[in-house]
């Protein structure tokens, strides 16, 4: 990453006033988040230990979302000289993988906390005195500030992943004093008619560059469920002998399924005639009206076969989430351009678990598909790669080097997301046999 010098301060207008205002409110609450998954609930031991090969101890998380905001915010957008640049190689997410990180000479967790602390206390400082100007396409709406917000968030939903993996005392709430609204039955699909949408985004401030840019694509009609797969659906399969019938699963399906000898989804636990699941260090049993989570794509793809059905593609989802086709407009949310309320959708760890399926009425998309932004993450059949005219900005690490057949296209945001990193064109993805994350899935089908 290779930061860009910054242009001359000048006089700000009232609506660059304002995105600085919001820019400061959502660094100051995104930071109050990162510490409560951290320094506030865990001691020393916990947070430079490394609870599983798959994630980084959580001290490297804390400090690395610093480091991250220095070279963006400090450095690129003001201009000021490196803070700790001894410390930039450790938390370069590429030139070490996680398995590593607890072999290096990390921050311990004052050391972190005073860093990120003294970084943050001078992105404040900083930005009275710079201009959001479009001349400088990183500074244009803020839009430096924020991507560092959104990475920011990303990180503390993997350090939730963490402590999904951790052993030990449980540090998080047990239980989620607010009821999900939920208006009785709905049906089992939609149909989405065929026709032409716009796909991505063109003019949200807050798009990556994979989301980008707007284009038209033509879909065929098809078929989608109504809400993700719940975990008693899901125990059909498992109980019907899914895990041991290849012909539910693809080849490299089958492969991972016998190498990994998994047998249902992660942190589920058989206790006699029943299902429990281990949920940040407490036991409980598997709430059945709950979307499923902790299944990796094959497992998904191999549960859409079994129910006759398939897994949706990304272009399938995003129009089945924000085409409005009576009016030919593209919805930001699924129920329309407003920010995301504890009324539309389970998002920003509001509640340490998904909502039971069929929630959130208020938030159907235009087709009446529920659940889409929030409560698990959904698989879609898509490898990840750039849409057609797609421009690398500001750095091939966020996207661009990971294009291509390996990834699988991941939408929608779990309960874990946080709003501002969510929305329906919002492109997540990771290996097919990831589990730790909290990825569920709904299916599909052609009409």
Not at 376 to 382: A, F, G, Q, R, Y
Request: hydrophobic share 35%; with cysteine; proline share 9%.
């Amino acid at each position: 990453m290779k930061p860009i010098t910054p242009a001359a301060a000048a006089p700000a207008d009232a609506d660059e006033e304002r995105i600085k205002a919001t820019v400061a409110d959502e660094l100051e609450r995104v930071r109050q988040r990162s510490f409560g998954l951290t320094t506030a609930v865990l001691d020393e031991d916990e947070l430079v230990a490394q609870h599983s090969q798959l994630m980084s101890p959580l001290v490297w998380d804390l400090a690395h979302v610093g480091n991250y905001e220095e070279l963006w915010l400090l450095r690129a957008a003001a201009g000021i000289e490196p803070m700790r640049p001894e410390i930039d190689d450790l938390y370069d997410a590429f030139e070490h993988p996680r398995a590593e990180r607890p072999s290096l000479p990390l921050l311990g967790p004052s050391e972190a906390s005073d860093y990120i602390g003294l970084v943050r206390r001078k992105v404040l400082d900083s930005l009275d005195g710079l201009r959001l100007t479009p001349d400088r396409s990183l500074m244009d709406s803020g839009f430096v500030y924020r991507m560092v917000i959104q990475h920011e968030h990303q990180h503390d939903e993997t350090m939730l992943a963490t402590h999904q993996l951790r052993r030990g005392e449980p540090a998080l709430p047990a239980t989620d004093p607010l009821p999900a609204p939920h208006d009785g039955h709905v049906p089992a699909e939609v149909l989405v008619e065929a026709g032409e949408f716009v796909m991505g985004t063109s003019a949200d401030p807050w798009a990556y560059d994979n989301e980008r840019p707007a284009h038209q694509v033509d879909v065929p009609a098809f078929w989608i469920d109504t809400v993700p797969v719940s975990n008693g659906a899901y125990a059909e399969f498992v109980v019907d002998g899914g895990y041991d019938d290849p012909r539910w699963w693809s080849a490299d399906g089958w492969e991972w399924r016998n190498r990994s000898g998994k047998r249902a989804p992660a942190f589920w636990i058989r206790d006699g005639e029943q299902w429990c699941r281990r949920r940040f260090g407490r036991v409980e049993p598997l709430p059945a009206d709950e979307p499923v989570q902790h299944v990796c794509w094959y497992e998904a793809d191999a549960y859409a076969r079994w129910a006759g059905k398939r897994l949706p593609t990304e272009i399938e989802w995003e129009k089945a989430a924000s085409w409005e086709p009576s009016t030919r407009t593209k919805r930001r949310f699924p129920w329309g351009d407003d920010a995301p309320t504890a009324g539309h959708a389970n998002l920003g760890q509001l509640r340490h678990r998904p909502a039971p399926t069929g929630s959130f009425p208020g938030g159907s998309s235009p087709v009446g598909a529920r659940q889409m932004l929030g409560d698990v993450w959904e698989w879609t059949s898509s490898d990840f790669t750039g849409h057609p005219g797609f421009c690398m900005f500001p750095y091939p690490e966020y996207s661009e080097v990971f294009f291509g057949a390996g990834y699988k296209v991941l939408r929608g945001g779990s309960w874990a997301t946080d709003p501002v990193a969510c929305r329906n064109t919002f492109r997540n993805w990771d290996y097919p046999i990831r589990r730790q994350i909290f990825a569920g899935f709904r299916c599909a089908r052609d009409a």
